[in-house]
């Protein structure tokens, strides 16, 4: 089983966001480092932004829920957030 870290976690984000977008080039995650926890902020093309959210937004919940347990399982805290 592969190790879940940080970086592999950002590598899923940006796996996911390319995944739903038309800009692919677009898409951008950056990590900022708190002091009990990571932010990782996922920003994307604005034409692309209601893709990323999703109904209701349905598919951002999605998204945080995949970083949320892939974060348990590597032991982090990892707050996911959505540049608008």
């Keep these: 089983?592969?190790?879940?870290?940080k970086?592999?976690?950002?590598?899923?984000?940006?796996?996911?966001?390319?995944s739903l977008v038309d800009e692919q080039k677009s898409v951008k995650v950056t990590e900022s480092a708190k002091e009990?926890?990571?932010?990782?902020?996922l920003s994307v093309d604005?034409?692309?932004?209601?893709k990323i959210i999703g109904k209701n937004g349905q598919?951002?919940?999605?998204i945080r829920t995949l970083v949320n347990a892939a974060a348990s399982k590597a032991g982090d805290k990892i707050i996911f957030e959505i540049k608008e």
């Design 36 to 41: 009990s926890y990571t932010v990782m902020e």
């Design 46 to 50: 604005s034409s692309d932004l209601g």
């Design 1 to 5: 089983m592969p190790e879940v870290n």
């Design 59 to 62: 598919t951002a919940r999605a």
């Design 7 to 18: 970086a592999t976690i950002k590598n899923l984000i940006e796996y996911i966001a390319e």
